[in-house]
Nanobody, 117 residues
Framework: QVQLVESGGGLVQAGGSLRLSCAASGSIGSITAMGWYRQAPGKQREMVAAITTTGTINYAGSVKGRFTISRDNARNTPYLQMNSLKPEDTAVYYC???????????WGKGTLVTVAS
């Protein structure tokens, strides 16, 4: 089992920046893919950015050029640098990892990002 705890969320003015972190604990040795997702009020959860073990990265079109995902391979945790934030980026952001041994995804409880206009 993997436990994930996100941090770094908060209130920021439009145009500002935040950096999200995700601390992983438990059986982290089998973690492969990692990603960040978000869910805005009244909307479905959506992928924001994902990164594989080999470094392949995917971004949602709405964040491309503004957000950067990275990973700490020693800690098997992802980070999300968010620049040029917009009010529409307001959401709860979740960290997720895929455990290859368990064959399943694990999720954190989320961190709230609020972007004021």
């Amino acid at each position: 089992q993997v436990q994930l705890v996100e941090s770094g969320g908060g209130l920021v003015q439009a145009g500002g920046s935040l950096r999200l972190s995700c601390a992983a604990s438990g059986s982290i040795g089998s973690i492969t893919a990692m990603g960040w997702y978000r869910q805005a009020p009244g909307k479905q959860r959506e992928m924001v950015a994902a990164i594989t073990t080999t470094g392949t990265i995917n971004y949602a079109g709405s964040v491309k050029g503004r957000f950067t995902i990275s990973r700490d391979n020693a800690r098997n945790t992802p980070y999300l640098q968010m620049n040029s934030l917009k009010p529409e980026d307001t959401a709860v952001y979740y960290c997720s990892v895929y455990d290859d041994y368990e064959g399943m995804d694990f999720w954190g409880k989320g961190t709230l990002v609020t972007v004021a206009s």
